[in-house]
């Protein structure tokens, strides 16, 4: 598993946010989740579209939403969207060795 975590202010609201990624399927496909939050300011649904907005302005990618039956919302990345997060030199080297550990 490769945990990518990013702190960022979205519209004046500090949050702290976490991407879990694995590989899964016959194909191996890196997919990566994170869950929006119901414990800061307008709920699940506005911590869901923040942490959107986040991923594509640092991947140039918007992230697929599902909003679940029991009220959880999860953000899926997959492989493109890890490109994006490995042009930053902080995540870069950790997600090339994650990517080569985990590739088949």
């Known amino acids: 598993m490769l945990r990518i975590k990013i702190t960022a202010e979205v519209d004046g609201i ?4 976490t991407i879990t990624c694995g590989r899964y399927g016959k194909l191996n496909a890196a997919l990566g989740r994170a869950y929006a939050r119901a414990d ?28 679940r039956g029991d009220g959880q919302i999860v953000l899926e990345c997959y492989g493109e969207h890890l490109d ?7 995540l870069a080297e950790a997600i090339r060795r994650w990517q080569e ?4």
Do not use: H, M, Q
């Open 84 to 90: 994006g997060f490995a042009r930053y030199a902080e």
């Open 40 to 67: 800061v300011p307008g709920g699940r649904k506005a911590d869901a579209e923040r942490l959107a907005a986040l991923i594509k302005a640092l991947t140039g990618r918007e992230p697929r939403i599902i909003e």
């Open 101 to 104: 550990e985990t590739s088949r």
């Open 14 to 17: 500090k949050s702290e946010y």
